[in-house]
Structures are given as C-alpha cells and as structure tokens.
C-alpha cells in the first residue's frame, strides 16, 4: 500500500502538533489498512526529509503527500515543491506525488460550522454574528478568496452575518470585522478559527477580541474532525487514481 505522508505546518506552540497529531491518529483509526505517517514543514519534528527517507528505506516505490494546508500559497507552492524534489533526486526510485492542498473545500466549512454548534452557537441563532479567523497572506488574490469563505459559512444558517479576519497585518482585523457585525445587529460574536490546530496565532486573535465589548465565544479549530479525515482521504484517492492512470498510458 502506498504510504499517505501528511504534511503540517509546524508551530512552536506545543498545542499545534498535538492536534494535528491527534487527526492523524483518527485517519489510522478510520483506515487501519494505510501506511498514515506525519511530519512538518518547519518547527517540529519530524521533518518532511526524515519521514521521506524512512519510507524510502523501507523499500516503498510511491508515497502520496498531503499538505495539510488550507491554502495554496507560498509553502505549497514553493517550499513542499522543493524538498519533495530534492527526496526524489536522493531516491530515484520512489515516486514521491504531491496532492493538492485541502484549500477551501466546503466539507471543511462544515466543520467549521459544527465547532460553532459545539460551541453553544446555534445555526438557527438569528442575532449570532460569526468572524472568520484566518491567518492571512502577502498575495491580495489569496485573502480574497479566503474573505469569499464568510458568505459560504453563513449559507444555510440564519445568523445576522459573517465576515472574515484576518491574524495578520491584512485587513479586516478581528477589532473591524467585530465592529461590523455589531453595527449590522449582530448581539453575539463567535470567533471561529480557519486554522487546523490552535497555536499563537488564533492566540492573538482571542487577545485582540477581548478588548472589544459584547458578548463573545470563541469555537475551537477544525482538529480532527470527521470532514478533515473526508478531505485527506480524497486528496490521497486523487493521486492515486492519476498516478494508475499514468501507468496504464505509458504502457
């Protein structure tokens, strides 16, 4: 079996590989058949490199990476890119795939979605105003798709509104994005987390809300939800798919 090497972002935060570590044990409890190893792009252990060549050493010939990231930017794009090229120069005979990153897929959403329940925050809650809490991006493209995601979120529900924030220096802050959805009649904020794991960005956050008045909730971040397994398991599928249909072409 191919092995499925999902890849985080990495935190100095203690917390953050902690959660993704706890999601990656309830992909191996889902599918007890696949090879489910993790490692991080930066800051923690182990590395994308140390769990490459392990999987090399074994004697696999294909590995799929999945990037557990929620956008398409510059670690998906240039820094995974290059240490996967680099694994396949040092083992030429691993195929090493990169699957797409699990991006804005609306099953993500729905796990969003059942945090704020969880949370005490009904879909049915008419005076709820949700923030969408995302780390942000230097590429305006990017922030614009992720702003895009509030009016998704809010589909189905009957909240006074949603709008995005950003942790970063993009705006809108979670201050403005608080501000807004008070004035359009919002009389609860939950804050919701476009994060995988918690770490010292949804911390700052949480302290910045604080210093606005109301009535505030903060839900926890996706984790190992069910529809984050959903999405791992596809991008995996995908690759795998491509990769027999290239065999069967080139034969």
């Known amino acids: 079996m191919t092995p499925l090497i999902a890849v985080a972002h990495g935190s100095r935060d203690p917390r953050s590989a902690q959660v993704v570590a706890a999601a990656v044990s309830a992909l191996r409890e889902r599918r007890p058949d696949l090879d489910v190893r993790l490692c991080f792009l930066d800051l923690t252990a182990p590395s994308v490199d140390q769990v490459i060549d ?4 074994e004697g696999h010939d294909s590995a ?17 890119p290059a240490l996967l090229d680099a694994a396949r120069r040092r083992h030429p005979r691993l195929e090493v795939r990169q699957a797409d990153v699990l991006g804005h897929d609306p099953r993500l959403l729905d796990a969003v979605r059942d945090r704020i329940v969880e949370a005490g925050g009904s879909t049915g809650e008419s005076g709820l105003g949700v923030v969408l809490a995302a780390v942000g991006s230097s590429e ?6 992720t702003r895009r995601l509030a009016d998704a979120l809010l589909a189905g529900t009957r909240w006074s509104g949603a709008v995005t924030c950003f942790a970063t220096s ?8 608080i501000a807004h959805l008070h004035a359009s009649g919002a ?3 939950v804050i919701a987390p476009w994060f995988l794991a ?20 903060y839900s926890a ?15 995996y599928a995908d690759m795998r798919t491509e990769s027999r249909t290239c065999t069967v072409l080139s034969a």
């Open 140 to 145: 305006p493209a990017a922030n614009d798709r």
């Open 187 to 189: 009389s609860r904020i």
């Open 54 to 57: 392990a999987v090399a050493a």
């Open 170 to 177: 993009t705006e809108p802050t979670v201050q403005q994005a």
């Open 198 to 217: 918690p770490g010292l960005l949804t911390d700052r956050l949480s302290r910045a809300a604080e210093s606005c008045a109301g009535d505030i909730t």
């Open 221 to 235: 971040t996706i984790g190992p939800h069910s529809r984050l397994l959903d999405v791992m398991l596809d991008r």
């Open 64 to 80: 799929v990476v999945v990037p557990m990231l929620l956008g398409a930017a510059f670690h998906a794009r240039v820094d995974l």
